[in-house]
């Protein structure tokens, strides 16, 4: 009911809010099209929060109010919905749909599993570690879907054979639950096709600073930030929030047995692998090859692959009617971002931010990273990151300009700390799926989150300060 309500009134703020920007000049004082792109976002902005008609769906909104409005031209509109990064993206999710549909995925998570989990604390961080490489290339929404129900399984083996007593079952099972949904959103920071909000930075980069941030480029930025997230998460979750007493050996007889129905890898999951690791490689050294490929290219390339490469069971590997299942509607909302961002540019929106900002340059950045960081991070508890970093991407461009610095550490915050969301079940997709196990409390989530969350303010700010001026500039 309570969600009903907040739809209905995004449905009347979105146009209330658009028209008092639009038709009260005096307001903003802006000329015509930079004021009908401010009214445009948002209305916009307002609808993805509140989700008062389907997100992808109000994605498409700029495609008919920016010329309308005058914001910018329908070519400029338009055009963002082709960038490459969207095609990036694309050929990303193919590649995982192939990975899915063979069941590749199980296999790597028991490999890990078999490999690592010799005690409770152990297998926390075999998932963990499955988990977040898993998602470094496949969005945090399925990997959480593919590492809960192997969650579970391992959390019924242990209870049947009564390996722990209650109060070590429970944090134990609760411990294990949380890993996965954290561990979901912590790798996705290491790549730019694991998050919304990294590949909106590269979009808006390539859009309206004219720099290609590669693949490469951010991997060796926010890996760091991954390692020193899940560090805290797994010593966290284990030594401190869900300690077990009885952490005594367990077999991993768990995980072989899966693997053992698994039986051998399939051709199709040989040839599957086989192009995960050719494009993960040529993603991350790219750079050093005698020939230059951009990451689209790479991409579209190991997706086209899929449909080439013969499958014994007959057909190939992908076949078309398996791009049903493919996140048409993140496409249109990468789409719906980029149109807005391109219009804030052709505008000239952003330098009027830009010089509304220029008070901050008094303050000291790093105070300014700070308020930035935990803003932005408390912000998407409530709010979808895909929405924030769509608003505030463009912006944080005009933020750096007023303040007189370089805009990537900005931009980077915008990424980090908007897939920072730990607290609530409505904070992102992997918190509700294990939230939904119904094995959790909303208060085991609200205390472990919380301080994940400000860990994770710590590690964003030393990095985005420290960091950030050696390994992310140009």
Not at 2 to 7: A, K, P, V, Y
Not at 198 to 217: C, G, Q, R, Y
Not at 314 to 332: A, Q, T
Request: a negative charge.
């Amino acid at each position: 009911m309570r969600e009903m309500n907040f739809q209905k009134l995004g449905l009347i703020l979105g146009p209330v809010l658009f028209s008092v920007i639009y038709f009260m000049e005096e307001l903003t004082g802006l000329a015509d099209a930079p004021r009908a792109v401010l009214a445009v976002t948002a209305w916009v902005a307002i609808w993805w929060i509140s989700e008062a008609m389907p997100i992808p769906a109000t994605s498409l909104l700029p495609v008919f109010l920016l010329p309308l409005t005058g914001g910018t031209d329908q070519e400029t509109a338009t055009m963002a919905y082709g960038d490459p990064i969207v095609f990036m993206y694309m050929g990303g999710f193919i590649i995982a749909l192939a990975i899915e549909k063979w069941n590749l995925h199980k296999r790597i998570a028991m490999l890990i599993i078999a490999l690592i989990g010799k005690s409770c604390s152990r297998i926390i961080l075999a998932v963990g570690v499955a988990t977040a490489v898993l998602s470094m290339w496949i969005s945090n929404a399925a990997t959480a879907l593919m590492m809960l129900p192997i969650a579970l399984a391992l959390t019924t083996e242990i209870k049947e054979k009564e390996l722990l007593d209650e109060d070590s079952f429970h944090n134990f099972s609760k411990g294990l639950l949380l890993t996965v949904a954290y561990s979901a959103s912590i790798g996705g920071l290491a790549t730019i096709v694991g998050s919304v909000p990294n590949a909106a930075l590269v979009a808006v980069a390539n859009n309206m600073l004219d720099v290609e941030i590669t693949f490469s480029d951010w991997f060796v930025f926010g890996l760091v930030v991954t390692i020193l997230l899940m560090t805290f998460m797994y010593f966290y979750i284990t030594k401190v929030q869900f300690k077990i007493a009885q952490d005594k050996n367990i077999s991993s007889d768990f995980a072989r047995e899966q693997l053992k129905e698994l039986g051998a890898m399939s051709r199709e999951e040989k040839y599957v692998l086989a192009i995960f690791f050719i494009v993960g490689f040529m993603w991350i050294f790219g750079g050093l090859l005698p020939w230059s490929l951009s990451d689209t290219t790479i991409s579209i390339f190991g997706a086209s692959a899929m449909f080439l490469i013969p499958s014994s069971k007959g057909g190939r590997i992908l076949e078309w009617p398996d791009m049903k299942n493919l996140s048409w509607g993140l496409l249109l909302l990468f789409g719906g971002g980029l149109s807005l961002a391109a219009a804030f540019e052709d505008s000239g929106l952003t330098s009027w931010f830009g010089e509304l900002l220029t008070n901050l340059e008094q303050f000291n950045y790093f105070y300014i990273v700070v308020i930035l960081t935990v803003t932005i991070l408390f912000m998407t508890e409530i709010m979808s990151n895909t929405a924030i970093s769509n608003m505030l991407m463009p912006i944080s461009v005009g933020l750096a300009a007023g303040i007189g610095v370089e805009p990537y550490g900005i931009m980077a915050i915008v990424a980090l700390a908007s897939s920072c969301a730990f607290m609530l079940p409505i904070s992102t997709p992997p918190n509700a799926a294990v939230f939904g196990s119904g094995e959790l409390k909303i208060n085991d989530m609200i205390k472990t989150g919380f301080w994940l969350n400000v860990f994770s303010v710590v590690v964003i700010v030393l990095v985005v300060y420290l960091l950030q001026p050696v390994l992310l500039s140009f």
